[in-house]
């Protein structure tokens, strides 16, 4: 990457344009192109950007981040402008006005062809976030009285155009999906053999209305590398592939990520982010649970009277209380995941609660066992009887925090992934001041 960047400004610095466009752009790879780019200044950049091959300037302006999108447009011409926009798949122009300003937006759909405007005003349509957004109209499909050799015939004729080849779609007339068959079939059988006598009529779509993530979980399932896209009569209207997919799901990711840490999802990467964005994201979560924390101000002061009979029991607060927090974590982090796979649903929610009472169990009695002997070293038999009492009392309800927050938060339709580590752990930490103190008492008032 840094020998294209240096032989990128080594060409502009001679001003050897002719030299930089015949440059062997295509063997490098569109990544590498990218990088190269972003480690020019503003005006090289737009310079080299003008000078890359157009089959491959859509792939490169396809790659780039929303912040340099938007900059590199700025500085293009009207006529570069509408070029480029021409070129790149139907989906990542959908995608590029989904980000642009409304006054921008107007602008490009200006500089679009006719056919150009009604194919992504026919994907703008569908709603935000669905598979109709994902999607690209440029499929191959055949008929099933066709034989091999026109099939395939048909693929070499249509097939520019279309964004995978992978797999080959059968329609009727009226273009309803029959069958999505491997590329693979068409090659390996004879010239004169049918289509239909390749099919089995077995085959996953998806619904242009289908929420993104549907397409996450199912080609994952399946292990596809596109699924075609039917609307309610099962016609054949689009399909998704393996990128834009696997976009969606790391966007997912990061945003759950984000979430765990109870951080509002930022909307550009990190390094574009400005520092009144990233205040913003940060500072209303801290707000509440700086609220959260007070009640157990407040459960501390309604015990004070306890502590100053047993200061020892103040020594094993942190201790309590980031175990409690530890295994509320843990719970809620699995717990998540898995709704989010699908791999547990809501309706089991039952399930999941018991399995969890029986590992927080489990776990309350071996960090118990543990913290009995650190009470009893550090303040003699009744302090470690109370240690060991509170901490399976505080692993069990943690858990089942933990664990019952996502199916909460899910039954109310928010993000199951709301349930932050830091929310767990502040609410994790007021129940374990309860029970601490409530055992504490007890145990003394018996003695």
């Not at 925090?401 to 930490?429: C, E, H, M, Q, Y």
């Amino acid at each position: 990457m840094s020998d294209l960047k240096n032989r990128i400004r080594e060409l502009i610095d001679r001003q050897q344009w002719q030299e930089l466009r015949r440059e062997a752009w295509d063997e490098w790879l569109i990544p590498d192109i990218v990088d190269a780019l972003m480690g020019l200044n503003k005006k090289d950049r737009v310079l080299a950007f003008r000078l890359i091959p157009r089959e491959m300037s859509a792939e490169v302006f396809a790659y780039l981040e929303k912040e340099d999108r938007n900059a590199l447009l700025k500085d293009l011409t009207d006529e570069e402008t509408r070029h480029l926009l021409a070129d790149l798949r139907p989906d990542d122009r959908t995608n590029l006005f989904e980000e642009m300003p409304g006054q921008v937006t107007q602008r490009l759909v200006n500089l679009l062809s006719p056919d150009d405007l009604k194919e992504t005003r026919f994907l703008l349509g569908y709603p935000e976030f669905s598979v109709g957004r994902l999607m690209t109209p440029d499929y191959v499909a055949v008929r099933p009285d066709w034989t091999v050799a026109q099939a395939l015939e048909h693929c070499r004729e249509k097939g520019k155009n279309s964004e995978t080849l992978n797999t080959i779609y059968v329609t009727d007339d009226s273009w309803k999906l029959l069958d999505a068959l491997e590329l693979t079939s068409f090659i390996l059988a004879e010239p004169g053999d049918r289509v239909k006598d390749l099919m089995n009529y077995s085959f996953v779509s998806l619904s242009a209305f289908d929420e993104q993530e549907k397409a996450v979980w199912i080609m994952e399932k399946y292990d596809l590398y596109s699924l075609p896209v039917v609307d309610s009569s099962g016609i054949l209207i689009g399909l998704v592939t393996f990128d834009d997919v696997f976009d969606v799901a790391l966007e997912e990711a990061t945003e759950d990520i984000y979430k765990g840490a109870a951080v509002t999802p930022l909307t550009t990467s990190y390094r574009e982010a400005s520092i009144f964005e990233l205040y913003s994201k940060r500072v209303g979560w801290l707000v509440v649970l700086v609220f959260v924390s007070l009640i157990s101000s407040g459960v501390v002061a309604v015990f004070e009277g306890t502590l100053q009979k047993v200061i020892t029991l103040t020594v094993f607060i942190p201790l309590l209380l980031g175990s409690g927090g530890n295994a509320g974590a843990q719970s809620a982090t699995l717990m998540v995941r898995a709704l989010a796979t699908g791999d547990i649903t809501v309706n089991q929610w039952l399930t999941a609660l018991l399995k969890e009472i029986v590992v927080g169990v489990s776990l309350g009695l071996t960090l118990g066992l543990v913290s009995t002997v650190f009470g009893l070293i550090r303040g003699g038999w009744v302090i470690g009887l109370i240690v060991g009492l509170t901490m399976i009392g505080i692993i069990l309800v943690a858990s089942l925090i933990g664990i019952s927050l996502p199916f909460v938060l899910t039954r109310l339709k928010l993000d199951p992934a709301v349930a932050s580590n830091p929310l767990i752990t502040s609410v994790t930490d007021v129940m374990g001041l309860l029970i601490y103190f409530l055992i504490a008492g007890m145990v003394l008032r018996s003695l």
